[in-house]
């Protein structure tokens, strides 16, 4: 898994090291990039867990933990784990979490969405902002967090996509294949963002994403396109 609860990063490697050079520009680099929007886009992401109090959730991909960060702040009574292969990118997100004063109920730890080191259903719910589309072996993902949550808890999947319909669909295009990863290289003074174009292009059609988990124990609730179709919202909850 590569880091990063950021729409814009690149290919993955399995070990999350590309993101160590860019982790304290992150942040910035992302509000610039998408304008903003990549945030409301989490809100809505956070809005689907369905939040309660006492529940203990997992924030797959953390990066700098601008997902963890939400849902502690959301639900007060809540315990979250953020985790993400990138040592620099967690400091980072460590980091936040001493100025929000959120050190006791956020941990990140360092590991593979891959192979989750957490019993059968240890985990009230599941978010993964702009990760799963740089997972290697996305089914044996997919099927580690049905297998982690609870029956009847919420699964939560933020992933970029192909706009295929609509007037507007050209320019949102546009911007993921020629201006992002030239801004995000020239901004970041890295490669890294080069590689968007590919990595989206790789990715599997929101109906095709949807059929994946469906086959790894997950019952789809609502697949929702997000801003013209520049990014979709999976939500799914576990079998009881």
Not at 77 to 96: E, F, Q, Y
Not at 109 to 122: I, Y
């Amino acid at each position: 898994m590569t880091a990063t609860n950021g729409p814009f990063h690149g290919p993955t490697n399995g070990s999350g090291a590309m993101f160590d050079g860019i982790a304290d520009r992150y942040d910035v680099l992302n509000r610039m990039i998408s304008l903003g929007i990549d945030q409301g886009w989490r809100r809505q992401l956070v809005d689907a867990l369905r939040l309660g109090p006492g529940q203990l959730l997992l924030d797959l991909a953390t990066g700098t933990a601008d997902v963890a960060i939400a849902i502690a702040e959301r639900e007060p009574a809540a315990t979250v784990i953020g985790l993400d292969p990138s040592p620099r990118m967690l400091a980072v997100g460590r980091r936040k979490l001493d100025r929000e004063m959120l050190g006791e109920r956020v941990m990140l730890v360092e590991g593979d969405a891959e192979t989750l080191p957490f019993p059968d259903g240890a985990v009230d719910g599941i978010a993964m902002a702009f990760g799963i589309r740089n997972v290697p072996n996305r089914l044996r993902a997919l099927a580690e967090m049905a297998r982690v949550t609870r029956p009847g808890g919420r699964v939560a999947i933020l992933e970029l996509s192909e706009p295929r319909q609509g007037l507007l669909a050209p320019l949102a295009r546009f911007h993921i294949h020629r201006l992002v990863p030239r801004l995000g290289a020239w901004l970041s003074g890295s490669n890294e963002y080069l590689y968007l174009q590919e990595s989206i292009a790789r990715f599997p059609s929101p109906p095709d994403f949807a059929s994946l988990m469906r086959r790894d124990g997950l019952q789809i609730l609502e697949v929702k396109p997000l801003t013209f179709g520049v990014a979709c919202l999976f939500v799914a909850t576990v079998a009881p």
